[in-house]
């Protein structure tokens, strides 16, 4: 018998809340195919938050280099992370290396492999606002992995032209679809309890729910301020509304909402909630006040009208499609937006009715065909239990890619 492993080993790194919840299917989908051997790697520039959705989606990271510091800078986190992941491929040699989206842990990722040539495919490549500075430091990260990455696994139509424009080639970009749509397939049909009293309560009875995000560093202060301000005037006009703030962990952050809306009975903190749960809760909002760009991609697949709490967006489908307006941090803006979808029913279901531009459901599936293709091994899509051979159960998540 032989007892070497000839599988091809595929290190999937990520580091934060979003790249754990979009590269999760793609850790499932690797496991899936007989060639590969996923390598989780977690840079740990988030902790509790990347830990729920790890537990979430049952994995167990292979390794973890444990980043996280209290008031981490950009350099702290890029250097550990490049020091960390690079001796770690030292020590643990692989054949390809997986990164997603636009933190420091993805640029870090995609540098350390880069410097050891070892093949990088980029999963949710070609995103792009324009504006170096917005959303900060993102915008610069996912450029900077383009310029590494091997191949680019791009979401949209829209995202692989912003790559050709950057001259990039034709036969390394492949059009997948958002991954994120895979992992909200996988919670969208369980409809549990939150554990939540009031959030129980509200879902039980009915009652309006505004599902409120925000963390965006180009925001800290006093955009995110203005964001709570306007969130107190939306509150007292409507006190039947329930707005849900399910806080980020960046103290920053905290310090700067919890005592503008401290008080105010109708606005209710939370801890971050599950993926499980926030997606349930989203399914169940009127509308979403955000300035996260994984909301931005479950919403709309939701059927739930998205309010984006920034300047620019590097998801211009969803604005284009009609299913989020861009507000920036505006006090006047926000208000003005909500009450409208809080009032007038047309402007909501024409919001809630636009098409989910991102994807089918099988993104993943796709990125780790491009992996196999990076590394010339093929899976057949004939294995018993293969997504690719059975039609995805997609509630209303469903988008052309
Ligand atoms: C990071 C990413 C951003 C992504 C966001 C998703 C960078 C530069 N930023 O921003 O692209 O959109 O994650 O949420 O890569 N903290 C904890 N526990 C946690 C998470 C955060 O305590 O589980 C606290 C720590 O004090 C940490 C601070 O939050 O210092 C900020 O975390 P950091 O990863 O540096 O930046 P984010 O704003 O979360
Ligand atoms: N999310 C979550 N719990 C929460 C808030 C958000 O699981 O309390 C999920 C959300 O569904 C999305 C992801 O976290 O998939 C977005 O993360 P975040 O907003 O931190 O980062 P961004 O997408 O802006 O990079």
């Keep these: 018998m032989d007892l070497v492993d000839q599988r091809r080993r595929v290190a999937v790194l990520y580091g934060t809340r979003p790249e754990a919840v979009k590269l999760a299917p793609v850790v499932q989908a690797l496991t899936r195919r007989d060639g590969l051997h996923p390598v989780v790697v977690t840079s740990g520039q988030h902790r ?44 643990h040699p692989v054949d390809a290396v997986v990164v997603q989206g636009d933190t420091t842990t993805t640029f870090a990722g995609a540098l350390a492999a880069f410097h050891r040539r070892i093949p990088v495919v980029h999963v949710e490549a070609g995103l792009r606002t324009g504006d170096l500075y917005s959303p900060f430091p993102e915008e610069a990260n996912r450029r900077f992995v383009s310029v590494v990455a091997t191949r680019h696994c791009a979401p949209t139509e829209a995202s692989a032209q912003n790559l050709y424009a950057e001259n990039v080639r034709r036969s390394d970009v492949t059009v997948t679809g958002n991954t994120v749509i895979d992992a909200l397939v996988q919670v969208a049909s369980r409809q549990s309890d939150v554990g939540d009293p009031i959030i129980d309560e509200a879902l039980r009875t009915g009652r309006r729910i505004l599902l409120v995000t925000a963390h965006r560093r180009e925001s800290w202060g006093s955009g995110i301020r203005d964001v709570a301000e306007a969130l107190v005037r939306v509150a007292n006009l409507y006190p039947d509304l329930l707005i849900v703030l399910p806080m980020h962990r960046n103290p920053l952050v905290r310090t700067t909402i919890s005592p503008v809306v401290r008080g105010v009975p109708n606005i209710h903190l939370t801890e971050p909630l599950s993926y499980e749960a926030f997606s349930h809760v989203l399914s169940r909002s009127t509308a979403v006040l955000t300035d996260s760009g994984g909301v931005q991609e479950e919403a709309p697949a939701l059927d739930i009208p998205v309010v984006v709490t920034r300047d620019t967006t590097e998801r211009p489908e969803v604005v284009q499609a009609g299913g989020a307006v861009l507000v920036g941090t505006d006090q006047q803006r926000i208000v003005r937006t909500l009450r409208e979808l809080l009032t007038n029913e047309e402007f909501h279901r024409r919001m809630a009715q636009s098409p989910n531009p991102f994807g089918d459901g099988l993104a993943s599936e796709r990125v780790v065909d491009v992996v196999e293709d990076v590394l010339g091994v093929h899976t057949p899509a004939s294995r018993a239990g293969d997504p690719r051979e059975v039609p995805v159960e997609v509630p209303a998540v469903v988008g052309a890619v």
């Design 48 to 91: 509790e938050m990347l830990d729920q959705v790890n537990t979430l989606f049952g994995i167990v990271p292979d390794h973890d280099l444990g980043l996280l510091r209290q008031g981490q800078t950009l350099d702290d986190v890029l250097a550990g992370a490049v020091r960390g992941f690079g001796s770690f491929l030292d020590e």
